[in-house]
């Protein structure tokens, strides 16, 4: 997979490199997949600073446990629309300990943690 200066955290996709991640754009961010999952979201924009960092995939029944691993996960703000937490979490990029917890998580997907990734719905087909 070739480097881009576009995508930030590339250390993610080198780090995951083992199990051939795929990099897709996704809402001016970067969406990665390993397999059929969708496990991070890459974003550093210059558009709501408070949420650039590595998105993760996740669902409400495993932050709790997650948290526990990921002590600085927290919700993805703009997602949430004033209505609590959201199903997607979020390490900082502005966090101190953001890299090592970054690689932490993506020790969990090297090995298989069931609370990180999602498989996306199918989209749905356009009418002609």
């Known amino acids: ?3 881009s200066k576009n995508i930030p ?3 993610v996709v080198d780090y995951l ?3 051939e991640p795929r990099l897709n754009p996704m809402f001016g961010c ?3 997949y390993v397999g059929e999952k969708i496990v991070f979201i890459l974003r550093d ?7 650039n960092g590595v998105w993760i995939a ?4 495993h932050h709790k446990s997650l948290k526990k691993d990921l002590p600085s996960l927290c ?5 949430n629309n004033g209505n609590g937490e959201t199903g997607w979490q979020m390490l900082q990029a502005d966090d101190e300990n953001f890299e090592p917890l970054v690689i932490k998580a993506c020790d969990m997907v090297l090995h298989g943690d069931p609370r990180i990734g999602k ?9 002609k």
């Open 1 to 3: 997979m070739p480097r």
């Open 9 to 11: 955290f590339f250390f």
């Open 17 to 19: 490199m083992p199990l």
């Open 30 to 32: 970067h969406a990665v």
């Open 45 to 51: 924009r210059k558009t709501h600073p408070e949420v």
């Open 58 to 61: 996740t669902g409400h029944e």
């Open 75 to 79: 919700s993805v703000s703009v997602l």
């Open 119 to 127: 498989i996306p719905k199918p989209k749905k087909k356009k009418k």
